[in-house]
């Protein structure tokens, strides 16, 4: 489980004749993760792909196209099929030509709806003018400027120009025409030359009869016509998509199938006669897969297993996934990875691979973040509400969304879910409430939160509840990155994996012994110090002893890392485990707001040291019942009827903040613990997908 499948490296050998078949038998056992020849063995070259390979990619592109412009999904399949050469070349052909007729034929009629927009957007203003379209254009003497801006300004640039003798201007609004009678020796453009300088918008003046509404009315009605036109393509496109979906669809896999299988000798070696191919194949599935290949050629192939891969990583591999050239010319091989987890922990594997897939020789951490993970959460949430709500909306999630990404949080979001509700459970509370604390616990839950005050000691617990639970992920990390070090022999995994947690198990140990008592936060010796632990604190001699070990530590890491590790050591060991305090932080945090809704709208009072709301009565009751009681808030829901409406509103929308600030914080704040402190200390990443060469088919079947 911490360790992915075994993998084992394949070679098969054989004659040009049978590399077909041998293609054929791999892509249905979907088994074998194909490794790109290097080019290293000598008298062999990469090899070409089989005959038909251009032509196959060529259609393919084409098919994938009609699918997209018939917006052909998952949905529009049907039964799977067989798809027959004479149907590539037959039914197909038709199709696209079809389709590409319609599609041409769709983006023609949307030009024109483009450009009829555009003549509707330009004819607006002559319609607020008014006048005909016909006395705008088509003078040999006069000239004619229509426009929008300062018409003011514009008569008076048009009554200081000396080259125009005479001009009308008529308005409306901002919208003006401008009729000029130029002087007999005036420029061509007189009109537009007045008019330079001014703030003013032109607009083309429609060559047509008549007015501008009508001549509005007219684009409006070619406008109808063309949206029909539009929607009668788009409906011929709709009905070839439910006629020919499910075809494009296996022609589409076909193709797919057919292009991956020719492809496929570019990652094989070759000569003139003969072929060489090698790949990962997980262990479990070598004898199978070896098998399939003998039924079906005999002897005319060899398989061997080369290798079966050691967690060990080989000894000319670098640390830290960097690899050496080997004696050949080539490069180390590493294995796909292939993750190996319980069912029930497979959705963390996709926070895992956030940060990188796990490679072949590292530890793969998933099933420690599924036992972490969800219990860092849920003592930070700890609501049976807000638990089943998170379990609810996660389980929609992981059956409903197609995205694997998406699915894998959704199964998170369970999981933490139900932490939640346990955790929920002890405290005692549903929706910040302590019902479960008062009708299963008989107000005596295990665990308190520490939000009042009669609870303090609990709030100081849990700080320091937060620092044990960082101590043993922090030293789970660092044992990792110690193990991973001891093949590099054990001083190593002493001076740069163990030094660490020396260093800062030692340092803690002092911190929570009676040395130095006196300058140290009494927490540390009060909060454990009842049933059943009673511990008040290791003794002087105890810390003094951990702390000349740390020290021991200390100097180790100094002496493998240097300054830096001087640094490094010193800030870590303090940091890093205060860093799990948000733990404690968190959970008071989102307690407390989920306090201060419940407060706002039923109100509460305080008694002996303990909060209670008043759900079913007003203060004036409490009073009367409970006179030492203080009162904290009297409660929107015990006003009147606009103080009622309004506390509805904080209190739904409170509770969906609260449960909305669960995933942004205590989820944050949990993955960072996971990927910061912990991943930190140990994990490299830097894996390979395995992806075995072959196809699941979807849509066709060979039967």
Do not use: C
Not at 26 to 37: A, G, I, P
Not at 167 to 182: K, Q, R
Not at 499 to 524: C, D, N, Q, T, Y
């Amino acid at each position: 489980m911490l360790r992915p499948e075994r993998m084992s490296k394949v070679s098969v050998t054989g004659t040009k004749n049978v590399v077909e078949d041998v293609i054929d038998v791999t892509h249905d056992q979907r088994v074998l993760h194909l490794s790109d020849y290097d080019g290293s063995i000598e008298g062999f070259d990469a090899g070409s792909p089989l005959e038909g390979a251009d032509a196959a990619s060529e259609k393919l592109v084409t098919v994938r196209s009609l699918i997209n412009i018939l917006d052909v999904t998952e949905e529009d399949a049907g039964p799977a099929r067989i798809v027959t050469d004479e149907a590539l070349e037959g039914e197909f052909e038709s199709v696209r030509q079809r389709v590409n007729e319609l599609d041409d034929e769709r983006a023609a009629v949307e030009n024109d709806l483009e450009a009829i927009d555009e003549r509707i957007a330009a004819a607006e203003p002559f319609v607020s003018l008014g006048i005909d379209l016909d006395l705008l254009w088509g003078y040999d003497t006069l000239d004619v400027v229509v426009g929008e801006g300062d018409t003011d300004a514009v008569g008076h640039a048009l009554a200081d120009a000396g080259s125009i003798r005479s001009y009308e201007l008529y308005t409306e609004g901002d919208v003006f025409a401008a009729v000029a009678y130029p002087e007999s020796n005036a420029p061509e453009d007189a009109l537009s030359e007045a008019l330079v300088g001014l703030d003013v918008e032109r607009y083309e003046v429609p060559e047509e009869e008549g007015s501008p509404a009508d001549y509005l009315e007219r684009l409006e009605h070619r406008k109808q016509q063309l949206k029909s036109d539009l929607e009668s393509v788009e409906s011929d496109l709709r009905s070839l998509r439910l006629e020919h979906a499910g075809f494009l669809l296996a022609a589409e896999e076909k193709l797919s199938i057919e292009v991956q299988k020719a492809e496929a000798p570019l990652s094989f070696a070759t000569t003139e006669h003969a072929f060489f191919a090698e790949g990962w194949i997980p262990t479990r599935d070598y004898e199978s897969y070896a098998s399939a290949l003998k039924d079906a050629l005999g002897e005319r192939i060899e398989v061997e297993e080369l290798e079966r891969a050691a967690y060990e990583p080989p000894e000319h591999e670098v640390g830290h996934g960097e690899q050496e050239a080997v004696a050949d010319g080539g490069r180390t091989d590493r294995p796909p990875v292939v993750q190996d987890n319980p069912k029930v922990a497979e959705p963390f594997e996709m926070l895992v691979r956030v940060i990188n897939r796990p490679n072949y020789f590292d530890l793969d951490p998933t099933l420690i973040l599924f036992l972490t993970f969800p219990v860092f959460y849920g003592f930070m949430i700890g609501d049976v509400g807000y638990g089943i709500l998170y379990t609810a909306v996660g389980w929609l999630m992981y059956t409903r969304l197609d995205s694997d990404a998406l699915a894998a949080l959704g199964g998170v979001a369970v999981i933490s879910g139900l932490a939640t509700v346990v955790f929920g459970i002890l405290y005692g509370e549903v929706f910040g409430f302590h019902l479960i604390s008062e009708y299963v616990w008989a107000g005596h839950p295990p665990l308190h939160k520490g939000l009042m005050p009669a609870e303090g000691e609990w709030a100081r617990l849990w700080l320091v509840v937060s620092v044990l639970a960082a101590l043993l992920h922090l030293t789970l990390g660092y044992a990792i990155d110690t193990y991973k070090r001891l093949r590099h022999g054990a001083w190593e995994a002493l001076t740069e994996g163990a030094s660490w947690a020396i260093l800062m198990v030692g340092l803690w140990v002092w911190i929570f012994s009676r040395a130095m008592e006196s300058a140290k936060p009494e927490l540390l010796f009060t909060s454990l110090s009842g049933q059943p632990l009673g511990f008040t604190g290791f003794s002087p001699m105890v810390g003094w002893a951990a702390l000349a070990v740390g020290l021991v530590g200390y100097a180790l890491l100094i002496y493998a890392e240097g300054a830096i590790g001087a640094v490094e050591g010193a800030l870590n060991s303090l940091t890093h485990v205060l860093s799990y305090t948000r733990l404690a932080a968190v959970m008071l945090a989102k307690g407390g707001m989920a306090f201060v809704v419940n407060l706002l709208f039923f109100g509460a009072y305080q008694t002996h040291g303990e909060f209670h709301f008043m759900l079913n009565h007003g203060w004036s009751h409490v009073q009367s019942t409970h006179p030492e009681a203080t009162l904290m808030f009297g409660g929107l829901v015990h006003g009147p009827i606009a103080a009622v409406v309004g506390g509805v509103v904080i209190f739904v929308l409170g509770h969906a903040l609260v449960l909305a600030l669960g995933v942004t914080s205590a989820g944050l704040q949990a993955v960072r613990l996971e990927y910061v402190e912990f991943f930190g200390k140990f994990y490299e990443g830097g894996g390979e997908k395995y992806e075995p060469f072959g196809h699941q088919r979807t849509y066709t079947t060979q039967d």
